[in-house]
């Protein structure tokens, strides 16, 4: 079987999605890539009932390889991320928070220094139907520097160097979209400035040393 690891991976973490929330029945979708081949789940199966031989492999044009079933409809947007980035996985979600902000907002900004863990202000990018060319190219330009990106009135996506990192992606893109929106009901949210992120990217380079105590 072609990518093994990479659809039993697939089966792995798209339990943890719909376990954790992430995803409802059969929305969402996850890809992993090794190569020239790239393994996604597959179209109207939920998540938490996958199994590794349901989940086709096709090739980085799109053309199908290996696999009964089709490719997820959101395939030529994981498709994009993958031909003009070094990601190795990608994670799409409708999570609760996340879509509520992609909803409302046209970006999430800083509210927390670990939103540079995600490149920065995470941008929301317009609408467009899903599965199509036109959405596939609005999340191209929204996750340009990016490990994550909201997608208007739809969800979120992120992308990393394998599943682990890109799922790691999405469950802090949700913290962040939470802590937003419950922050947005008591008050507005304070921004950190573009100096106070400068001086998390210092601190993280320089992190203090601390003396060992001689006995």
Known sequence: MLLAEQRRL???YGRRAAETGLVVGTAGNL????????????????????EPEACPVIDVEGHLVEGDLQPSSETPMHLAVY?????RAVVHTHSTFG???????TELPPI????????????VADYATFGTPELAANVR???KDRRAALLANHGGVTVGDDLHKAFEATRLLEWLCEVYVRAKSVGEPRVLTEEQLSAVVQRA?????????ED
């Not at 879509?99 to 907002?105: F, R």
Request: proline share 7%.
């Open 31 to 50: 890809s992993a890539r090794a190569g020239d081949l790239i393994a996604v789940t597959p179209s109207g199966i939920s998540l938490d009932r996958l």
């Open 112 to 123: 927390h220094y670990n939103t540079l863990l995600l490149g920065g202000t995470v941008r």
């Open 99 to 105: 879509t509520v902000v992609a909803t409302t907002m």
């Open 205 to 213: 380079f320089s992190p203090p040393r601390f003396p060992r105590r």
């Open 10 to 12: 697939l089966c792995e």
């Open 141 to 143: 330009a929204a996750l």
């Open 83 to 87: 031909t003009t980035t070094d990601a």
